[in-house]
């Protein structure tokens, strides 16, 4: 059964940057041909999706948060990194790692998310 | 950029349901459909703009073509009761506002 386990510190000082990791159990990273990805939430608010990337390390980024998101991956750890830099108020979100329902497609649906991570931007 | 609608639906259980996305330009059924109940992460019920997730119940179903797109619930059940999402998925990954079905 395939789990997302998001982690990384839950309050970030405004300015600085934001890392989470993503650790994947059930399935391999590098044997599949999937586009992993970061959506977040900001309390009470919708969704927005931040980036993809596939074990090779070729990124889909979101064009209106390319220039402060960096996502990375790990095929020896099974885990996909999410840096967001630069950040404010306004990144305070829970922050959830998805695979997508379709492989090798990097525009698609998302049928695996993992439980989510609530990072808060505050002094 | 996908505009839902309503944001807030007041039904009762056994009431027929819709919910709409209108996108702003044609994204082909590259439409997918979750649901989110508090505290837990969304759940994927639609893609293909009318293809049922496997698992989800029969009474949810997807339709549209080009730009509109609706979320039918035919007979709303108690477990039902949360807040959908459409998320367009012909480049770049956008989601709706969402719309919060509740109790009437």
């Known amino acids: 059964q395939l789990q997302l386990h998001e982690s990384g510190p839950g309050l970030v000082k405004p300015s600085e940057t934001l890392s989470l990791t993503c650790s994947v159990s059930g399935d391999s990273i590098s044997r599949t041909n999937y586009y992993w990805g970061w959506i977040r939430q900001p309390p009470g608010k919708g969704l927005e999706w931040l980036g993809s990337?596939?074990?090779?390390?070729?990124?889909y980024d979101n064009p209106s948060l390319k220039s402060r998101v960096t996502i990375s991956v790990d095929t020896a750890k099974n885990q996909i990194s999410l840096r967001l830099k630069y950040v404010t108020a306004a990144d305070t979100a829970v922050y959830y790692c998805v695979r997508p329902r379709e492989r090798g497609a990097r525009a698609t649906s998302f049928d695996y998310w993992g439980q989510g991570s609530l990072v808060t931007v505050s002094s | 950029q996908m505009t839902q609608s309503p944001s807030t639906l007041s039904a009762s259980v056994g009431d027929r349901v819709t919910i709409t996305c209108r996108a702003s330009r044609s994204i082909n059924n590259w439409l997918a459909w979750y649901q989110q109940k508090p505290g837990s992460a969304p759940k994927l019920l639609i893609y293909?703009?009318?293809h049922l997730q496997s698992g989800v119940p029969l009474r949810f179903s997807g339709s549209g073509s080009g730009t509109e797109y609706t979320l039918t619930i035919s007979s709303l059940q108690p477990d039902d009761f949360a807040t959908y999402y459409c998320?367009?998925?012909?480049?770049?990954?956008?989601f709706g506002g969402g719309t919060k079905v509740e109790i009437k």
């Open positions: 998320q367009q998925y012909n480049d770049p990954l956008t």
């Open positions: 293909g703009a009318s």
């Open positions: 990337i596939m074990y090779s390390g070729y990124t």
